[in-house]
């Protein structure tokens, strides 16, 4: 059996608390066990169409929040001494984490949940839900209390 370790730690934002929780507990891991993070927001390309403002303008603004919510991670990262690197991509949030996770072979997600009620969960889904069910490694959920 090869040994167990955590060197890449997947942390999507969408710029809320929850992210930032979740991002702590990250930046702890990842100082403790020597990883690296890799901080994602995803522009959801479907926001910016029912925005009801001109496409480019929606995505410039979609654009300018994820640099806002990268940064706020980056500063975590930052205050705990971690090495990180900054991803801004487009498309549907919890399909972009799970391609990206593979991509840079991932330890491990860590991302932040709102804790739907189980009717919220059937209507809409949840972004960490669908993660959970389909990331190609292990899945740190975060709840923020």
């Known amino acids: 059996m090869e040994e167990l370790k955590y060197t890449k730690l997947l942390v999507p934002t969408d710029g809320s608390d929850y992210s930032c929780k979740a991002a702590e507990h990250a930046a702890y891991l990842a100082r403790s066990l020597g990883a690296k993070i890799y901080i994602l927001n995803v522009v959801n390309v479907d926001l910016a169409f029912r925005s009801g403002i001109h496409y480019a303008e929606g995505m410039t603004e979609l654009r300018q929040a994820g640099n806002e919510a990268t940064g706020r991670i980056r500063q975590i990262c930052e205050k705990y001494g971690v090495e990180c690197e900054e991803f801004i991509l487009k498309g549907q949030p919890a ?51």
């Open 95 to 145: 399909d972009t984490i799970v391609r990206v996770s593979r991509e840079i072979c991932a330890s491990c997600i860590v991302i932040g949940s709102i804790g739907t009620s189980a009717i919220e969960r059937v209507l809409i889904g949840s972004t960490s839900e669908k993660v959970m069910r389909h990331a190609p490694c292990p899945v740190l959920l975060v709840r923020h209390r």
